[in-house]
């Protein structure tokens, strides 16, 4: 029987910087990225461009099951670029209005079912980097390495404060922390696939560490828990 390709599952509330380490760690062992947030996010566009309503699970069901969406990664993009319906939405889907309608989307079990099979796709060799909040628990319950970061709430805020304004958007950073609140309850109380650590999840908290700090201790995590060595991470 062949052995399935390696995964590394990155969980976590928003905010953490999951998409960053993820994508890092991912072009850096040339391996494939998921980010399953985005597909939420994606389908949750894709549902108001196609005018199917946020509550209507079974044509949400329908919409996810032929969502046209891939993931292309750059060498000195930021994140990776998300293409939806052939499309660049990268930017679009990073809004909270996009934030708070996946979150809501991602609470209906035939949702999840329906891109479930979507996300198991992206293991493929030599090896994935799958980021998101339920990689480790639901969809790769087998990975060889699961991280989950975590970080306060107010500093979450900030980082996107700060992403926010510099895009030239007027927000208050008390709504952000408020929000974000609001976002981690909602994600850890709801009955289908709960944001909560595996049990074999190491725990990282990234409260007041930079993107090179957090970096340095994935890398010893990854060289512990998968006998290799990373380099220039």
Do not use: C
């Amino acid at each position: 029987m062949n052995k399935l390709p390696p995964v590394i599952a990155i969980d976590g509330p928003s905010g953490v910087g999951k998409g960053t380490i993820g994508r890092l760690l991912a072009q850096n062992l040339n391996w494939h990225f998921l980010d399953s947030g985005a597909l939420y996010r994606v389908l949750s566009l894709a549902a108001q461009q196609h005018d199917v309503a946020l509550d209507n699970e079974q044509a949400l069901e329908v919409l996810a099951a032929h969502l046209d969406v891939q993931f292309k990664t750059e060498k000195m993009g930021v994140r990776a670029r998300v293409i939806l319906e052939g499309v660049d939405v990268t930017d679009v889907i990073r809004t909270e209005l996009q934030g708070t309608a996946a979150s809501k989307v991602s609470q209906f079990l035939g949702v999840r079912n329906a891109l479930l099979n979507r996300q198991k796709d992206f293991r493929q060799a030599p090896g994935l980097v799958a980021e998101g909040r339920d990689m480790g628990t639901v969809v790769f319950p087998d990975a060889e390495l699961k991280l989950f970061l975590i970080a306060s709430a107010e500093e979450r805020a900030e980082r996107r404060y700060r992403q926010l304004k510099e895009k030239g958007l007027n927000v208050k950073l008390a709504d952000l922390v408020i929000e974000i609140a609001e976002r981690d309850l909602r994600d850890q109380s709801r009955a289908v696939a709960p944001l909560k650590p595996a049990a074999d999840s190491v725990l990282l908290d990234t409260t007041g560490l930079n993107i090179d700090e957090v970096m340095i201790r994935v890398k010893a995590e990854v060289e512990r828990k998968l006998g290799f060595e990373v380099v220039s991470l």
